[in-house]
């Protein structure tokens, strides 16, 4: 099957038959059940527990706690979190273990012959605690009057800033200023499996995990880091996925589960022990969306050119890092868009609070930045009444430019070929067409005099890749089979550990194995997401890898080859695919090369309005994304549309509220998705193609993208529609008729 074609996806007919076995269906007959107890605690210290009743209740085998821990702590890219709250020695962790930050701090792991029997044993903890004063938002945390972690001095604890030219001066050059606060909000993932793990001792005496995630290796490394053994003796293996968004990348049951098969092991309990998160533990129990504040000013010329941009992030990381540094990054460049910038003075921070930590989420602070600079962007073109696209057109990054980081771009910048490509379809000069009217509730039609109709636009960019130096890079295996007087092979195994976390990735995989190798697809074998058989692919996020894992098989593909023309049967390849290296920024001036590939997109939406409810309803959304190569374009189609429908409920529906560090909707009756009568009832996807230089066939990145400019784009529709701008989301019905009432329409 050809690169560029739609074959068949590799995992279709057991996901739609059934016979797919997520994390919660594949447990053992024998498997002892395990519960995950939280502290419950936004911050406070551990002053007793006794677990005498909870050990005698009926049915308990062993109860797992911080003394079990070798190495209490844990962190993707900080060491800053406990892996269980207890009151053994801190001293074996970089944070001290017994005061809890977060509401799902882990406390213990009750381990049963059932999950009734463990669930009733775990209200049986006694505990007591020492309530400590809270800073729960940043508005309170960065006083620092109350730390988060001692032995700081701040809450505040990255910061990033861009000096490029003179930003006063360029503000002074400016006829006119466009300035404006933001608030973005939490968004909880919401995908469809909720934690769950099996973990038990193997017969190579490894301990095994299989669950759902992000990237095995990394979870690998976290478990023996905690577990104090070599990564060898950890192995990690992923069932089906059923979706991550960035919500699976960080440990949630990876380490808790590997210690708890390792104490079993050691009691001489040869058995695996299972544990699922209710979908209320998931909601509370791993990271959001990063909320933030941004402070932002806009200068330009009247004919519409940037004179300068400022702009003040202020990040909650939550109680903890996660990837708020990596976060903080992505939203730090994209808060001046995808634009020639001559002047600027950018001031971002990450800072702790008592709260739900933000961590990785499609976009990866992508999306927070672009709504900042978009919404500066189209009040700017509405104040010059220059229409919004030639307003981007006129700053558009190009080749030529050197980017907020002073250091050049990539080379194949596409900003201006997705803007022409948007115009084209959708000019902004061209009547609404008539939709249909709408009522938002049935009971209550909705009347023509209060519809009113918009259209937005809006145009960014997103980094494919780990970046600011952070390392990368992807490994593969491949292996050809055949007779010895065959002069090509008859059948290919690959082995590779990325993660399919809906996206299609292992279908991908094999197409391009089976297009370089020249056989058709059936012929090609995968073998996926295990620490044993495959080397670190490094994670399924930040868009990548399509780019970075296809480059890695076509270079294990190109070494089998090497060994077949020597005459091996089997022949194996092995590659290690490095990209161009990427650079920390200056910490003055914020120079640097921050980013190896990007990928661009441009969208313009159309909705409708009721004034006198406030509902919204998008009518269409036109999607416009310089690819690379569409290695399949089915799928391609597939990420697109899922990302404006995870876009839509951030922007108009999904509102988690956090009051003092507690989640006070962790239900999804409570926590509105958008449903299928929701989302946008037209999604036209164009799909261009300008080869990137060091992709696969050329290919980019794009499953983050599409989600990127929706929520600027809605909001641009809104202001033509009624006239109001609205500086933060989601926008809810009570959200609009606020600022309608304000706006006296």
């Known amino acids: 099957m050809a690169v560029g074609t739609d074959s068949a996806r590799v995992d279709a007919v057991d996901k739609v038959t059934g016979l797919a076995l997520y994390p919660a269906d594949a447990v053992p007959k024998d498997a002892l059940h395990a519960v995950v107890v939280f502290t419950n605690q936004p911050h406070a210290r551990l002053v007793s527990m006794d677990l005498s009743k909870t050990v005698a209740s009926p049915g308990v085998v062993t109860v797992v706690t911080a003394a079990d821990v070798p190495v209490n702590e844990y962190g993707l890219t900080l060491f800053d979190q406990p892996v269980f709250i207890g009151l053994d020695d801190t001293g074996r962790s970089s944070v001290p273990c017994d005061v809890s930050r977060w509401e799902a701090d882990h406390l213990v792991v009750v381990v049963a012959e059932s999950l009734s029997e463990a669930r009733r044993a775990s209200a049986l903890i006694d505990t007591e605690w020492e309530?400590?004063?809270?800073?729960?938002?940043?508005?309170?945390?960065?006083?620092?009057?109350?730390?988060?972690?001692?032995?700081?001095?701040?809450?505040?604890?990255?910061?990033?800033?861009?000096?490029?030219?003179?930003?006063?001066?360029?503000?002074?050059?400016?006829?006119?200023?466009?300035?404006?606060?933001?608030?973005?909000?939490?968004?909880?993932?919401?995908?469809?499996?909720?934690?769950?793990?099996?973990?038990?001792?193997?017969?190579?005496?490894?301990?095994?995990?299989?669950?759902?995630?992000?990237?095995?290796?990394?979870?690998?490394?976290?478990?023996?880091?905690?577990?104090?053994?070599?990564?060898?003796?950890?192995?990690?293996?992923?069932?089906?996925?059923?979706?991550?968004?960035?919500?699976?990348?960080?440990?949630?049951?990876?380490?808790?589960m590997a210690v708890t098969a390792r104490k079993l092991g050691a009691l001489g309990i040869n058995r695996s022990v299972h544990c699922g998160w209710s979908r209320e533990e998931s909601i509370v129990g791993h990271h959001k969306r990063h909320r933030a504040t941004v402070t932002a000013r806009l200068g330009?010329?009247?004919?519409?050119?940037?004179?300068?941009?400022?702009?003040?992030?202020?990040?909650?990381?939550?109680?903890?890092?996660?990837?708020?540094?990596?976060?903080?990054?992505?939203?730090?460049?994209?808060?001046?868009?995808?634009?020639?910038?001559?002047?600027?003075?950018?001031?971002?921070?990450?800072?702790?609070?008592?709260?739900?930590?933000?961590?990785?989420?499609?976009?990866?602070?992508?999306?927070?930045?672009?709504?900042?600079?978009?919404?500066?962007?189209?009040?700017?073109?509405?104040?010059?009444?220059?229409?919004?696209?030639?307003?981007?057109?006129?700053?558009?990054?190009?080749?030529?430019?050197?980017?907020?980081?002073?250091?050049?771009?990539?080379?194949?910048?596409?900003?201006?070929?997705?803007?022409?490509?948007?115009?084209?379809?959708?000019?902004?000069?061209?009547?609404?067409?008539?939709?249909?009217?709408?009522?938002?509730?049935?009971?209550?039609?909705?009347?023509?005099?209060?519809?009113?109709?918009?259209?937005?636009?809006?145009?960014?960019?997103?980094?494919?890749?780990?970046?600011?130096?952070?390392?990368?890079?992807?490994?593969?295996?491949?292996?050809?089979?055949?007779?010895?007087?065959?002069?090509?092979?008859?059948?290919?195994?690959?082995?590779?550990?990325?993660?399919?976390?809906?996206?299609?990735?292992?279908?991908?995989?094999?197409?391009?194995?089976?297009?370089?190798?020249?056989?058709?697809?059936?012929?090609v074998d995968g073998f996926f997401s295990d620490t044993s058989t495959g080397g670190d692919s490094g994670s399924a996020s930040a868009s990548r890898l399509t780019f970075m894992a296809g480059n890695s098989v076509l270079g294990a593909v190109e070494e089998a080859e090497k060994a077949w023309a020597d005459g091996a049967r089997p022949a194996a390849g092995h590659f290690r695919y490095k990209p161009p290296m990427t650079e920390a920024l200056d910490p003055e001036t914020g120079e640097g090369q921050p980013n190896f590939c990007y990928g661009y997109m441009a969208q313009a939406v159309e909705l409708t309005v009721d004034i006198g409810t406030g509902h919204i309803r998008v009518d269409r959304v036109v999607s416009v994304h310089d690819v690379g190569k569409a290695i399949h374009p089915q799928m391609l189609r597939g990420q697109i549309e899922g990302a404006i429908a995870q876009a839509h409920g951030y922007t108009l529906s999904e509102q988690l509220v956090v009051e003092n560090g507690r989640i006070q909707n962790p239900r999804?009756?409570?926590?509105?998705?958008?449903?299928?009568?929701?989302?946008?009832?037209?999604?036209?996807?164009?799909?261009?193609?300008?080869?990137?230089?060091?992709?696969?066939?050329?290919?980019?990145?794009?499953?983050?993208?599409?989600?990127?400019?929706?929520?600027?784009?809605?909001?641009?529709?809104?202001?033509?529609?009624?006239?109001?701008?609205?500086?933060?989301?989601?926008?809810?019905?009570?959200?609009?008729?606020?600022?309608?009432?304000?706006a006296e329409i």
């Open 668 to 742: 999804l009756s409570q926590y509105l998705i958008p449903g299928i009568g929701d989302v946008p009832a037209r999604v036209d996807c164009v799909i261009l193609e300008a080869a990137d230089p060091l992709g696969p066939w050329g290919a980019r990145g794009v499953s983050e993208m599409p989600y990127i400019t929706y929520a600027p784009a809605v909001t641009a529709a809104l202001y033509d529609a009624a006239g109001i701008w609205i500086n933060k989301f989601p926008l809810t019905p009570s959200v609009v008729l606020e600022h309608l009432a304000s």
């Open 131 to 256: 309530l400590l004063p809270m800073a729960s938002d940043v508005a309170s945390a960065k006083a620092d009057e109350i730390l988060v972690h001692p032995g700081s001095s701040t809450n505040t604890y990255h910061t990033l800033q861009i000096r490029k030219g003179d930003a006063v001066l360029g503000m002074e050059a400016a006829d006119v200023i466009i300035e404006g606060t933001y608030e973005l909000p939490h968004q909880e993932h919401a995908y469809l499996q909720v934690e769950a793990a099996t973990a038990w001792i193997d017969e190579q005496d490894r301990v095994t995990v299989e669950t759902s995630g992000q990237w095995v290796h990394e979870d690998r490394e976290q478990i023996a880091h905690a577990l104090a053994v070599d990564e060898e003796k950890v192995r990690v293996r992923y069932a089906a996925i059923g979706g991550a968004f960035g919500g699976k990348e960080d440990m949630s049951l990876q380490i808790v």
């Open 300 to 523: 330009a010329t009247s004919e519409g050119f940037i004179t300068a941009v400022e702009a003040d992030v202020w990040l909650d990381a939550g109680a903890y890092n996660y990837t708020s540094n990596k976060v903080l990054g992505n939203l730090h460049l994209s808060v001046a868009g995808a634009y020639n910038v001559p002047n600027a003075r950018i001031d971002s921070r990450a800072i702790y609070t008592h709260s739900v930590p933000g961590g990785a989420f499609r976009g990866f602070g992508g999306p927070q930045g672009a709504f900042v600079a978009e919404s500066q962007m189209n009040k700017l073109a509405s104040k010059l009444g220059i229409d919004p696209m030639e307003l981007r057109q006129r700053n558009a990054l190009t080749d030529l430019s050197d980017g907020i980081t002073q250091s050049g771009l990539p080379e194949g910048v596409g900003v201006t070929r997705v803007i022409d490509a948007c115009v084209e379809r959708v000019p902004p000069s061209e009547e609404l067409p008539e939709y249909p009217p709408f009522s938002p509730i049935a009971s209550l039609p909705a009347k023509a005099e209060q519809l009113r109709q918009g259209r937005g636009y809006a145009v960014g960019m997103k980094n494919v890749g780990f970046s600011f130096g952070f390392p990368e890079a992807c490994e593969a295996d491949v292996v050809f089979h055949g007779d010895a007087d065959e002069e090509r092979p008859n059948r290919v195994e690959l082995f590779h550990s990325a993660a399919e976390v809906g996206q299609g990735v292992h279908t991908a995989l094999t197409q391009m194995v089976a297009y370089a190798v020249g056989l058709d697809f059936e012929s």
